[in-house]
Nanobody
């Protein structure tokens, strides 16, 4: 069973950058698409980005396109989310998730989830 653990969250000023990491244990993630979701205060958990297992197809939510970049290192069983030009509305708990092969923007299609890491962007 794959276990996911996020890290890299913290407090940053608007316009700043953070890089989130998600490390997997308990199995290889090479056959999994990896996604990032976030839950803002008082909101539903929402899609941020995914990267497919094969071919590396990448997709972003419109709200982060051009500012965030997802990447993965299969050898390290890791996926990353580089977040630039952060805005106060990016404040959320960020979760990584895994599902077989192809990514999805729908959270219920993901089988494995991490515990989340808090990102706070001050104005």
């Amino acid at each position: 069973q794959v276990q996911l653990a996020e890290s890299g969250g913290g407090l940053v000023q608007a316009g700043g950058s953070l890089k989130l990491s998600c490390l997997a244990s308990g199995g290889t993630t090479s056959g999994y698409a990896m996604g990032w979701f976030r839950q803002r205060p008082g909101k539903e958990r929402e899609f941020v980005s995914f990267i497919d297992s094969i071919g590396g197809k990448i997709h972003y939510a419109d709200s982060v396109k051009g500012r965030f970049a997802i990447s993965r290192d299969t050898a390290k069983n890791a996926v990353y989310l580089q977040m630039n030009s952060l805005k106060p509305e990016d404040t959320a708990v960020y979760y990584c998730a895994a599902r077989p092969r192809t990514g999805s923007t729908i959270r219920r299609f993901y089988d494995y989830w991490g515990q989340g890491t808090q990102v706070t962007v001050s104005s």
